[in-house]
């Protein structure tokens, strides 16, 4: 647009009877000042777009302390006798929960139940109860995103010690060292996320229901 405008500054300068070099140095002059005005615009847009990707910070998860807060162990076989073979068989529970500690730090416990039986005839074997907790730090994580990096990525991080120390606890206790598997806390996640879906609609549809019988009665 700005070449376009000096071009007809030059053709009425030329056409002009009284136009002189000095006229069409002024013509000049202010097309390229309309020039440098676009360019200006364009460099401060550009920077502006450079400012915003500085500004968009990578998310950062820091752990501050892990510890436990709680545990108990009990080795039921050793008060009774278990005649035959032993082989045993756990059933391990678990549940998360979080909350806010303030100034973006957040607390974040694994709570675990270990309940080891015969196999055989049912006999209670050990009984393993632990909560264990850690400190995070929380850097630029979206809103959106904070929910699912507390239930998912920080329990990631300090399941591992938890896991040595069931080893460690067992094996104390007098039995093979248990090493649990690896916990798929992502599909944890996304399995509690269909759960609290599905009772949402069960209670919608019951809502829905009970309207329908008041209004008929």
Request: some cysteine; proline content about 2%; aromatic content about 6%.
């Amino acid at each position: 647009m700005a070449r376009k405008n000096g071009n007809a500054a030059d053709n009425d300068s030329k056409t002009a009877a009284d136009a002189k070099a000095g006229g069409a140095a002024d013509t000049k002059a202010a097309a390229s000042k309309g020039n440098g005005a676009d360019t200006g615009a364009q460099s401060g847009a550009g920077g502006a777009a450079e400012g915003d990707q500085a500004q968009a910070k990578p998310a950062r998860v820091k752990t501050l302390n892990q510890f436990i807060r709680d545990m108990s162990f009990e080795n039921v076989a050793s008060s009774k006798e278990i005649k035959g073979e032993v082989q045993q068989e756990i059933q391990i529970s678990v549940s998360l929960d979080s909350k806010s500690r303030g100034d973006d730090r957040y607390e974040v416990s694994i709570k675990i139940n270990m309940d080891s039986k015969n196999k055989g005839g049912g006999e209670k074997i050990f009984v393993l109860e632990m909560e264990y907790v850690g400190i995070f730090e929380l850097e630029n994580v979206a809103q959106q995103n904070l929910h699912p990096v507390l239930m998912i990525e920080c329990p990631r991080l300090i399941f591992p010690y938890l896991r040595r120390i069931v080893g460690d606890v067992t094996r104390d206790g007098g039995f093979t060292p248990l090493n649990l598997d690896q916990f798929d806390f992502l599909e944890f996640y996304r399995e509690n996320m269909r759960r609290r879906i599905e009772q949402r609609q069960k209670e919608q549809e019951g809502g829905e229901k009970a309207k329908e019988l008041s209004g008929t009665s």
